[in-house]
């Protein structure tokens, strides 16, 4: 049976904040390990029932960065999603929300904007 790995190094700054992150696939192409400002890390514990998860973003992630990180991940999950399943209306919905959540970031951005412009 094959094996495959990967690896997530976070460095953590005095304050125990995550100041870089890299992380390496054992069947990737890239010769050394890639930077990321940002991971969204799910597991299913299938005794449990429950949900485990790892959200770390590094001081560098800017707040329009993480507004498209989530909107693409919502995208993806409703991918995944359909890919599982086949339940076009719940993926429609998903993706619906997806949508809604990034035009109300983008709309708050531009208001935020205008407050500080004055115009």
Do not use: C, H
């Amino acid at each position: 049976m094959a094996k495959s790995s990967i690896v997530i190094d976070v460095e953590l700054d005095e304050g125990r904040v995550p100041s870089s992150i890299e992380w390496k696939a054992s069947e990737s192409t890239a010769e050394k390990p890639q930077q990321a400002k940002a991971f969204l890390l799910s597991l299913w514990d299938g005794t449990d029932k429950t949900a485990l998860r790892i959200d770390l973003w590094t001081q560098k992630m800017m707040v329009d960065e993480m507004a498209d990180f989530y909107y693409q991940t919502l995208m993806t999950m409703a991918d995944s999603f359909d890919r599982a399943t086949r339940n076009t209306e719940l993926v429609t919905d998903m993706k619906n929300f997806a949508k809604l959540f990034f035009a109300k970031f983008q709309e708050q951005q531009m208001k935020a904007n205008k407050l500080e412009t004055g115009k």
